[in-house]
């Protein structure tokens, strides 16, 4: 099957380019993935590519920013920066929930970034970089006495971005729950735990 022809191919614009690029890696692999075959699930020439970006790293590196750059922006609204630490360590895993849902594809290829290249490498870091943020908020909200103070503020922060990120994995759009209601499910989860809010556990109950 020949390329297609320029008037059968389809509009672009570097955002639709990387939609597709997203696709692809997150379907192939980003290790196994070519610009040959963005190019063609993208209906278009692999020069068509360069006049948007220069190697499939720099489709890798924006594609994940759309999720690092809303993620990075949680923390630059003003209630993640204002009032207290548990009202804002609240607003953050609530909207970081949010911001998960709305860029499902870039923040699940997001999380299968390994460290193999020069690039990647960059991503990881700014991972970390992104941790450390958060884990600052933990350590604040411990300071005043709002959270349990006995779990490692960082350790604390894997573990509640291990349970959004897993967001990733089963969510699908258009389903029961919307957007804001997992949101809001991963924050009391997080901060308040399962029991039962007026303390009428299992344990009592059958006790």
């Known amino acids: 099957m020949g390329r297609p022809s320029a008037k059968e191919r389809k509009p672009y614009n570097l955002d639709a380019l990387l939609d597709v690029a997203v696709r692809v890696f997150l379907e192939r692999g980003y290790d196994g993935s070519s610009l040959d075959q963005v190019a063609r699930a993208a209906g278009i020439t692999k020069a068509s590519i360069y006049y948007h970006v220069r190697s499939k790293e720099e489709l890798l590196l924006r594609g994940v920013s759309r999720a690092f750059d809303a993620l990075y922006a949680v923390l630059g ?53 992104l941790d450390h943020m958060v884990s ?34 089963w969510y699908r759009l258009g389903g029961a729950m919307s957007a804001t209601a997992i949101a809001d499910a991963a ?16 344990e009592k109950r059958h006790g």
């Open 77 to 129: 609204e003003p209630e993640a920066k204002n009032g207290p630490a548990s009202d804002r360590l609240r607003y953050v895993i609530r909207r970081a929930a949010e911001v998960i849902i709305g860029n499902l594809p870039e923040a699940a290829l997001l999380l299968r970034v390994r460290g193999n290249t020069q690039v990647e490498r960059r991503i990881l870091e700014r991972r970390r970089e």
């Open 136 to 169: 600052e908020v933990f350590v604040n909200a411990q300071n005043e006495g709002a959270i349990r103070a006995d779990i490692d503020a960082r350790l604390a922060t894997r573990l509640v971005f291990g349970m959004l990120n897993s967001i990733t994995e």
């Open 187 to 202: 924050m009391k989860i997080a901060l308040q735990g399962l029991a039962a809010p007026n303390g009428n556990s299992a």
